[in-house]
């Protein structure tokens, strides 16, 4: 009885509830179906088209992802006798964990977090910079040039935006004073930290569309000129991973914006609504502006992107631990 | 290691998503290209030997799958190296006719290639609004011609259908719709700051290259030369209608999109005038007219629609050479034709503005990142079929 009860309390316990639902997996897949469908109707909707209807003609085609990721199950894996095969296999399978690790630090309310832990920024940060690296050996074991330049310019990004992404966390922390994602989200109760510290939020914003390669930043994969840069050799349902834990990142990245920036599960008036509810419509919104920047702009070389980079974002970084230090020299945030 | 031991060697195309009929061999040393060379003729059909085995009227359908984009320009060129072997001169009201379907297609031409460079740099809604906004001018060719896109409109002697009954007014209702998109185009696409970035400086053809290599149409006006086929050697209505030639000193993929976009204004300008001062009169010459049974001069006069009878399938052309040019959406195409006295022409001679231009790729293609590649490519506009015939 005793061992029984043990196991029920584990499997019920908030940690896994966690990591298996809010903000675990489910919300992720949920988060990855809908983020989907929202990229192609918006940029649909902006270039004159319908996008995606005929899966669920209903409900406009909200299930078309379902229908892609079926096709990719079932259609035959090709792995080409050129390519370094354990390495080319595992990539997907480690991608897809790579992306998923960093929610497990990430909370959705007070309670909901995989791993409480007084380091979790830290944490974050340290397993978000980790899939850049195996891009860059998807790149080098596909065997393939249009796959080997693709990781050479992921390489090139990861130079670039690394720098900014961690230096505009450093401003955050520095205004805070504190390393926890709950720690960070209760020092927002007055102001969030996007009002506090804007520019911080603006590089962050940035370094997470070039992170996951988003447009105008879409240079490691651009179809006109590598065709899938390092996913080039890859296909069926090892593609259809791939896909998913570039969404992944997305969605961890912008988790972790709206609890950082956005006071996570906070809001200035009440609303009746449980906490993760909140923080993850802040998520969603998150994302959706992300990934809308694809019906704006075309995509930038990868020189402009690292000038951009060293030269306009990363003193923008600087200003920004500067402006956090006077706030906090002011007593602004606590 | 030197450069050019350390280089590898990549196949753009024609498997390639960017790449159209054709490929690229680069040799690529890290991010840069150090050499380019064009590979052509996947959609080689031999249309010139083609054109010997057809009668001088299905030779006008055989042209013009050359180039779907811009039908009607090859169309037309044909049809002027025909009439000039033949000694007659459309009527005026055929003639204008001719500008308007002419311009129609250039405007589809040039939306068509500014879409493909809008996809080329990673505008995807640069591709679709160009794409929406050609849809326009297809409807326009529909109206007027009943096809969308190979009219085959122009025939010897004139064209083939009269104005439709309020096609005026539903064509300023179109272009005023039409002028309104363009500026949003601009604003998304044209004046976006990435797509400077990615264009401005790149690719550049200086004037002399630009003349050295034998370089023809929007390219040759990005360059700073004021070359066009329409002031120079007028045809159709031309030389009654009164346009700029576009023209930009920067010589690089951005002044040629520029060009391209100035050149729609100037056709929209055109299109306005032709429709103003479009004169009455017959569509189709009167030595032919005279030809035809009453039965088939009564329908063209009732309906404005000409309808071929029999003997113009076996039109006897009296032998002799003719060559017709006209500026394509492309540039300069000339066409030059041999008759022999017989049905059939004896040589149909072809020269083609993507295949004169092509000899940019490796002259353009060189010392730039690979992200260019297609950056430059498509701002040329090249037509694979038109190049390879």
């Known amino acids: 009885m005793n061992i029984l009860s043990e196991v029920l309390n584990i499997v019920f316990s908030r940690n896994v509830i966690a990591a298996i639902f809010i903000p675990g997996l489910v919300t992720a897949l949920l988060f990855i179906i809908l983020i989907i469908w929202v990229e192609r109707k918006i940029a649909a909707r902006v270039q004159m088209r319908i996008g995606p209807l005929y899966v669920t003609k209903r409900f406009g085609g909200i299930l078309q992802l379902i229908a892609d990721m079926l096709r990719f199950l079932v259609s035959e894996p090709v792995i080409p006798s050129t390519t370094d095969r ?23 309310s007070w309670s909901l977090v995989v791993i409480k832990t007084e380091l979790s920024l830290l944490a974050f940060v340290a397993l978000t910079a980790i899939s850049p690296m195996v891009i860059m050996i998807a790149g080098w074991a596909s065997n393939n040039k249009f796959s080997y330049i693709g990781g050479l310019r992921e390489g090139f990004m990861l130079l670039s935006y690394e720098i900014y992404l961690f230096v505009s966390l450093l401003a955050m922390t520095i205004l805070y004073g504190e390393i926890d994602f709950l720690e960070i989200v209760s020092s927002q109760k007055v102001y969030w930290g996007v009002i506090l510290n804007p520019l911080a939020a603006v590089s962050f914003f940035i370094a997470m569309l070039a992170s996951t390669s988003r447009f105008p930043f879409e240079i490691p994969d651009a179809e006109s000129e590598i065709v899938m840069g390092p996913f080039t050799e890859y296909n069926s349902i090892m593609y259809g991973l791939v896909m998913g834990a570039n969404y992944l990142r997305l969605y961890s990245l912008s988790l972790a914006f709206s609890d950082i920036f956005l006071g996570g599960w906070l809001l200035p008036f009440n609303v009746p609504l449980p906490n993760f509810i909140i923080t993850m419509f802040k998520t969603f919104i998150v994302m959706t502006i992300a990934v809308f920047m694809r019906a704006v702009y075309p995509r930038y070389r990868v020189d402009q992107a690292l000038v951009i980079g060293w030269e306009k974002l990363f003193p923008l970084a600087i200003i920004s631990v500067l402006l956090s230090v006077i706030l906090r020299c002011l007593g602004v945030a606590l | 290691m030197s450069s050019e031991e350390r280089a590898i060697t990549i196949f753009y195309g024609p498997q390639h998503p960017a790449s159209g ?5 680069l040799e690529v040393d890290g991010d840069i290209v150090v050499k380019a060379d064009p590979d052509i003729g996947y959609v080689h059909r031999g249309i010139e030997k083609l054109a010997e085995y057809k009668t001088y009227l299905q030779v006008i359908p055989l042209v013009e799958r050359q180039c779907l984009p811009d039908a009607a320009h090859h169309n037309l060129a044909y049809i002027l190296a025909l009439e000039e072997i033949l000694g007659i001169e459309p009527p005026e009201r055929a003639q204008y006719l001719r500008t308007l379907i002419a311009e129609i297609s250039r405007i589809a031409s040039h939306l068509y290639g500014m879409g493909l460079h809008g996809i080329a740099i990673g505008s995807s809604t640069a591709y679709m609004w160009c794409f929406g906004l050609r849809e326009y001018m297809l409807l326009l060719a529909e109206k007027l011609t009943g096809a969308r896109i ?13 104005l439709p009954q309020g096609f005026s007014s539903e064509v300023e209702r179109y272009l005023k719709s039409f002028e309104r998109k363009m500026r949003d185009l601009d604003k998304l696409f044209i004046s976006n700051p990435v797509t400077k970035a990615r264009l401005e400086g790149v690719g550049v053809l200086s004037k002399n290259d630009a003349i050295r290599l034998g370089v023809v149409g929007p390219i040759l006006r ?17 030389q009654w209608v009164d346009f700029e030639v ?8 951005y002044a040629r999109l520029l060009v391209r976009v100035k050149e729609i204004q100037e056709s929209i300008r055109i299109i306005r005038q032709v429709l103003r001062d479009l004169p009455s009169g017959n569509i189709f010459h009167e030595k032919y007219v005279k030809m035809l049974p009453p039965k088939i001069k009564s329908y063209i006069e009732d309906t404005g629609r000409v309808k071929f009878p029999g003997v113009f399938a076996t039109l006897k052309i009296p032998k002799g050479e003719g060559i017709g040019i006209v500026e394509a959406g492309r540039g300069e195409l000339i066409y030059h034709l041999i008759s022999d006295g017989g049905s059939k ?3 149909l001679k072809i020269s083609t503005p993507s295949f004169r231009n092509l000899i940019l790729f490796s002259h353009l293609i060189k010392g730039v990142k690979v992200a260019d590649v297609p950056a430059i490519y498509l701002s040329l506009d090249y037509f694979p079929p038109e190049a390879d015939r």
């Open chain 2, 150 to 162: 190979t009219y085959s409109y122009i025939i010897p002697g004139g064209v083939r259908r009269d």
């Open chain 1, 86 to 108: 354990l390495i080319y296999t595992l990539i997907p399978i480690l991608l897809l964990l790579l992306a998923l690790l960093p929610i497990a630090v990430v909370p959705a």
């Open chain 2, 345 to 347: 022409p004896y040589r």
């Open chain 2, 246 to 253: 576009a023209t930009r000193k920067e010589g690089d993929s």
């Open chain 2, 21 to 25: 009929h054709m490929r690229i061999i």
């Open chain 2, 222 to 238: 990005a360059s700073g030369i004021s070359y066009d086929v329409r002031k120079a050697r007028p045809y159709a209505a031309y």
